[in-house]
């Protein structure tokens, strides 16, 4: 759906973004990571259409954007993360006019309806763009990027100025719309990224640093694959049980951490997952959890990870950006 090969932009003697390549499958939801100045943001402005690259190709349902731009755009939906509204519009005039700029062929009345109701905003139809609050105007910048039900949706930012609630049905319209649509979704909120999500690419001065899911990228720089358990149960009887687990290398007692509750330490072996079974022979002593806890790095760990100067040039992992 989303094609990007060897892409490169130059600005004089600064290259922002350097040969990046990747691909991006029908329903797929991609995040889209990296500091402020790593050249996300002209990546994504390149895909749609609003700068041309320096070199490379970049394709949206393998329309090329530099040569095919009216086809190419004719498929994206982009909620940038300034919405361009129009203030002295009512909602209803600004989505009307969309409607019209984007030349859109389906049913106005039920297809702009639809999306009101999808966004939330049927309740500020009739009312003025400048009278409403960042969070009503950042869901009117939503509702035109679904104009003509686009196939791929580029989102930038999408939940700025959201209150909690908002934008947890923000994420869950996403998700929603992750069935039918291609997303690419930039977010500095790396919860947001990794609840929604279903793989992630980090951009890092201008360079492609990471391509997985937040799992995979979890695992593959994390140092510790240690597992954190605690059980309400006889602390040598539950030593002795979880030692036999097949995959459990090493398994340490922590100590008593609350009336007849014990933590244990448990490092698996390499590429084993024992939760399943380590729950399963708990459950059946009649023991109960109380907590369990993966030591791996989280998402924000990782993020950090790529994208800290080290030395100069290095970032962990031996990777020069």
Same mark, same amino acid.
């Given at each position: 759906?989303?094609?990007?090969?060897?892409?490169?932009?130059?600005?004089?003697?600064?290259?922002?973004?350097?040969?990046?390549?990747?691909?991006?499958?029908?329903?797929?939801?991609?995040?889209?990571?990296?500091?402020?100045?790593?050249? =996300?943001?002209?990546?994504?402005?390149?895909?749609?259409?609003?700068?041309?690259?320096?070199?490379?190709?970049?394709?949206?349902?393998?329309?090329?954007?530099?040569?095919?731009?009216?086809?190419?755009?004719?498929?994206?939906?982009?909620?940038?993360?300034?919405?361009?509204?129009?203030?002295?519009?009512?909602?209803?005039?600004?989505?009307?006019?969309?409607?019209?700029?984007?030349?859109?062929?389906?049913?106005?009345?039920?297809?702009?309806?639809?999306?009101?109701?999808?966004?939330? /905003?049927?309740?500020?139809?009739?009312?003025?763009?400048?009278?409403?609050?960042?969070?009503?105007?950042?869901?009117?910048?939503? $509702?035109?990027?679904?104009?003509?039900?686009?196939?791929?949706? #580029?989102?930038?930012?999408?939940?700025?100025?959201?209150?909690?609630?908002?934008?947890?049905? /923000?994420?869950?319209? /996403?998700?929603?719309?992750?069935?039918?649509? %291609?997303?690419?979704?930039?977010?500095?909120?790396?919860?947001?990224?990794?609840?929604?999500?279903?793989?992630?690419?980090? #951009?890092?001065?201008?360079?492609?640093?990471?391509?997985?899911? $937040? $799992?995979?990228?979890?695992? =593959?720089?994390?140092?510790?694959?240690?597992?954190?358990?605690?059980?309400?149960?006889?602390?040598?009887?539950?030593?002795?049980?979880?030692?036999?687990?097949?995959?459990?290398?090493?398994?340490?007692?922590?100590? @008593?951490?609350?009336?007849?509750?014990?933590?244990?330490? /448990?490092?698996? @072996?390499?590429?084993?997952?024992?939760?399943?079974?380590?729950?399963?022979? #708990?459950?059946?002593?009649?023991?109960?959890?109380?907590?369990?806890?993966? =030591?791996?790095?989280?998402?924000?760990?990782?993020?950090?990870?790529?994208?800290?100067?080290?030395?100069? %040039?290095?970032? =962990?992992?031996?990777?020069?950006?």
């Amino acid at each position: 759906m989303i094609e990007v090969q060897n892409l490169s932009k130059r600005y004089g003697s600064h290259q922002a973004v350097k040969n990046i390549s990747f691909r991006v499958e029908e329903g797929e939801i991609l995040g889209f990571l990296g500091p402020n100045g790593a050249g =996300k943001t002209t990546t994504m402005n390149i895909l749609t259409g609003y700068l041309s690259a320096s070199s490379g190709v970049a394709k949206i349902k393998d329309f090329d954007v530099l040569e095919q731009p009216n086809q190419a755009k004719m498929n994206i939906g982009y909620l940038p993360e300034q919405p361009p509204l129009y203030l002295d519009m009512t909602v209803r005039e600004y989505l009307d006019f969309m409607y019209d700029l984007k030349k859109c062929k389906l049913p106005r009345k039920q297809h702009i309806a639809e999306i009101c109701r999808l966004v939330k /905003i049927e309740g500020v139809y009739g009312r003025l763009i400048k009278n409403l609050s960042k969070g009503y105007r950042q869901r009117v910048g939503f $509702a035109q990027a679904l104009i003509g039900n686009p196939p791929v949706l #580029i989102l930038d930012e999408p939940t700025v100025g959201l209150d909690p609630k908002q934008i947890l049905e /923000i994420r869950s319209l /996403i998700k929603s719309l992750g069935k039918h649509h %291609t997303v690419i979704l930039s977010s500095h909120i790396l919860q947001e990224i990794e609840a929604v999500c279903d793989r992630i690419i980090i #951009i890092n001065n201008g360079e492609l640093v990471a391509d997985d899911t $937040a $799992a995979n990228l979890a695992k =593959k720089y994390s140092n510790d694959r240690r597992l954190l358990v605690r059980v309400a149960g006889s602390q040598e009887d539950v030593l002795n049980t979880l030692s036999r687990v097949p995959g459990v290398e090493r398994i340490v007692s922590q100590g @008593e951490k609350e009336p007849g509750v014990f933590e244990f330490s /448990i490092e698996p @072996e390499e590429g084993a997952d024992v939760r399943r079974e380590i729950s399963e022979r #708990i459950a059946a002593r009649n023991w109960a959890i109380m907590g369990m806890q993966s =030591k791996e790095m989280t998402l924000e760990e990782v993020f950090i990870a790529l994208t800290r100067e080290q030395l100069g %040039t290095t970032k =962990k992992g031996g990777r020069s950006k």
